[in-house]
């Protein structure tokens, strides 16, 4: 299998990495030389453009910063030069309305498009452990499925082109409501002299349980390797999880969804990045409702 892989950052550096491992040919772009570089070094062909690396592959795999860089590398490169049934599976994260429409594309191109991205970090992409939620057609789930394989613990097909966008987005939203949820409570504990750990395992086994609490509590010290028992090191950035809950907005304004909670939660995001925190873990918001400002 041919695959061509465009974005080789700190995600899609690890992933075609683990194309190449599975023993696929895999033809490599990124603009950056570096990228570029530490690709080849890990099996990976290096490509002299975007258009070069697309010629002739099964798959071409884009996992870029965002929708307006997705769209360009579509237009300029992919679209042009990709093989008639090339399946085109974008990675990145970015809004509904950019994949619907590279997706209407690539039809017209008898190209099969799909929106996969992921959930988990770099260390995730490094070990092939991530969990992939797909807008495709149906009839293009299984091959699109083994295309994933060596990336991925986990594929699910969320429904039609633009679902997969769509439940990364809805998640991610969930996720940062809960974790704000979380921070209050702890910092609210904290003011009431109640001991972090005592509350975290009375609320372990209360109905205030959920993945933010116990999976990645944001309180330090209360579960041993999160990232906040290790100075809030990322894990997932701060300034990524703002540009996940900008893409909730748009899609709640584009849509007319209420999510008052989802458009609070983007506001306090954009303190904490304000306030120097971009490249922190996420979950450092805590530190926000302890300072109380
Ligand atoms: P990154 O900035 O590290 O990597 C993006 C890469 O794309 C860079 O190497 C950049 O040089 C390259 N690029 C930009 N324009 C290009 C072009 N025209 N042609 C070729 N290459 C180009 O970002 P990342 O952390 O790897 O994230 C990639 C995507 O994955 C984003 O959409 C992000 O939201 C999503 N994501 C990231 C994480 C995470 O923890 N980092 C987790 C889940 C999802």
Redesign the pocket.
């Known amino acids: 299998m041919q695959i061509a892989f ?8 690890g992933m075609a990495a683990n194309q190449a491992k599975a023993g696929r040919i895999v033809r490599a ?4 030389k570096d ?1 570029l570089d530490r690709a080849a070094a890990a099996g990976c062909v290096a490509a002299a453009s ?1 258009a070069d690396a697309v010629k002739g592959a099964n798959a071409v795999v ?5 929708g307006a ?2 769209r ?2 579509y237009e ?2 992919v679209l042009p030069n990709a093989e008639q049934g090339a399946m085109l599976i974008d ?4 809004d509904v309305e950019t994949a619907r429409a590279v997706a209407a594309d690539a039809i017209k191109r008898a190209m099969r498009p799909a929106d996969a ?6 260390s ?2 490094n070990t092939g452990s ?1 969990a992939f939620m797909v807008g495709c057609a149906e009839k293009d789930f299984t091959e699109i499925e083994s295309v994933l394989a060596p990336m991925s613990r986990a594929t699910i097909r969320a429904g039609d082109y633009g679902a997969g966008q769509a439940a ?1 987005i809805c998640n991610n939203m969930l996720l940062a409501i809960s974790m704000i949820g979380v921070s209050e409570a702890f910092a609210l504990a904290e003011k009431l002299n109640l001991d972090a750990g005592r509350f975290f395992e009375i609320a372990s086994k209360s109905s205030g349980q959920c993945w933010s609490l116990t999976s990645y509590c944001p309180w330090p010290g209360v579960i041993e390797g999160t990232p906040a028992s290790n100075g809030y090191k ?4 701060t300034a ?1 999880m703002l ?2 809950l900008r893409l909730a907005r748009d899609a709640a304004r584009s849509t007319g969804a209420v999510s008052p909670l989802g458009e609070h939660a983007e506001e306090l995001y954009a303190n904490w990045v304000e306030a120097g925190q971009a490249h922190s873990d996420f979950s450092s918001i805590v530190e926000l409702f302890r300072r109380g400002h």
Do not use: E, Q, Y
């Not at 884009?62 to 965002?66: D, E, F, N, Q, Y």
């Not at 990322?234 to 950035?237: L, S, V």
């Open positions: 465009i974005g080789l950052g700190n995600m899609g550096g772009f990124d603009v950056s990228a975007a884009t996992m870029l910063p965002s860089h997705v360009a590398v300029a490169d990675c990145s994260t970015i991205p992921v959930s988990g970090g770099m995730a992409a991530l990364k990322p894990g997932f950035a990524l540009k996940d």
